[in-house]
Nanobody
Framework: QVQLVESGGGLVQAGGSPRLSCAAS????????MGWYRQAPGKQRELVAT???????VYVDSVKGRFTISRDNAQNTVYLQMNSLQPEDTAVYYC???????????????WGQGTQVTVSS
């Protein structure tokens, strides 16, 4: 069984700098893209940042310069360092993996269960 397990988040004061982690478990050979999405109450889920195995990153404009995504390809883990958090960053943050080569199968898309980040002003 392949799954994504997220950690980090919680209640943070505005200006705080928490880090989210997401580890993929299972008999994984490689993962093309790993990233983070978020969904605020009453809003659609949006991309926050993604990073390919080759090191290319994409960020939504609202987090550029504040958030940094990184990966440990050997550990199949992705991180999201969030700095200068603002109340509008409050959301459930979901880890995503695309293009997973797993022993015996290939998975196009996989989601974590989500972790709540609440920013208090």
């Amino acid at each position: 069984q392949v799954q994504l397990v997220e950690s980090g988040g919680g209640l943070v004061q505005a200006g705080g700098s928490p880090r989210l982690s997401c580890a993929a478990s299972g008999r994984i050979l490689s993962i093309n893209t790993m990233g983070w999405y978020r969904q605020a109450p009453g809003k659609q889920r949006e991309l926050v940042a993604t990073r390919t195995s080759g090191g290319s990153s994409v960020y939504v404009d609202s987090v550029k310069g504040r958030f940094t995504i990184s990966r440990d390809n050997a550990q199949n883990t992705v991180y999201l360092q969030m700095n200068s958090l603002q109340p509008e960053d409050t959301a459930v943050y979901y880890c995503n993996a695309r293009g997973l080569r797993v022993v015996g199968l290939y998975k196009d898309d996989l989601w974590g269960q989500g972790t709540q980040v609440t920013v208090s002003s």
